[in-house]
């Protein structure tokens, strides 16, 4: 079990890295991105703001409960990869609003009224648009092949690391006695799965060119 647990620990720390790394290489190149890619830098960056206050919360202000940052991470994480598709598929911009609703209207329902009691629930709902914006997405990029997208591989693992996601929630929530051996093995998979989408946005901060 210990084996477990660093491995989970050290994939961990390795995303911190990946994540930093994509952070400090996207805003050096953030001059030569076109106003959509630049919402994957948004994306990224506010990333790094959660992984950053679940760090920071219990090692420096000894908070160890950080669980009302969950929902703040799911509306944020939900509008900013919904907004991200719909700009790339050129959707009319009122979808951009009705996305800032339902992000908002989350916050409050959970904040104001605790609603719905499990998060879970809304996380796995927004992966699941997530998932099939990003699919709808593909399916575009392919069949403009003519168009060059030099962050096709970026939104074939959001797509990817995605579904995954939900896959994990899943058994999650279906295993009533999750041991806590399973626990590390399904979170190392899905901290695997996350740093393949940092790989891939490393890979195409650096190849980008103006």
Not at 48 to 63: G, H
């Amino acid at each position: 079990m210990k084996g477990m647990a660093d491995l989970y620990k050290t994939i961990l720390f390795l995303n911190y890295g990946l994540l930093l790394t994509v952070i400090v290489l996207g805003a050096v190149k953030y001059h030569i991105l076109n106003p959509k890619e630049k919402q994957y830098f948004y994306c990224t960056a506010f990333l790094f703001f959660i992984e950053l206050l679940n760090l920071v919360l219990p090692y420096v202000f000894k908070l160890n409960d950080t669980s009302f940052i969950y929902p703040f991470y799911i509306a944020g994480e939900f509008f900013l990869l919904t907004g991200l598709f719909i700009r790339k598929l050129d959707w009319p911009k009122y979808l951009l609003g009705l996305g800032a609703s339902i992000a908002m209207g989350f916050m409050i329902s959970k904040y104001g009224f605790d609603e719905p009691a499990n998060a879970d629930i809304a996380k796995v709902v927004s992966n699941i648009i997530i998932i099939c914006l990003s699919g709808v997405m593909l399916i575009d990029e392919i069949k403009k092949t003519s168009v060059q997208n030099r962050f096709l591989w970026v939104d074939a693992s959001i797509f990817f690391y995605y579904s995954v996601s939900v896959f994990i929630f899943i058994i999650q929530h279906q295993i009533v006695n999750l041991s806590e051996n399973n626990y590390y093995i399904l979170f190392t998979a899905n901290n695997i799965f996350s740093s393949i989408l940092y790989c891939s946005l490393l890979y195409t901060f650096i190849r980008l060119k103006k």
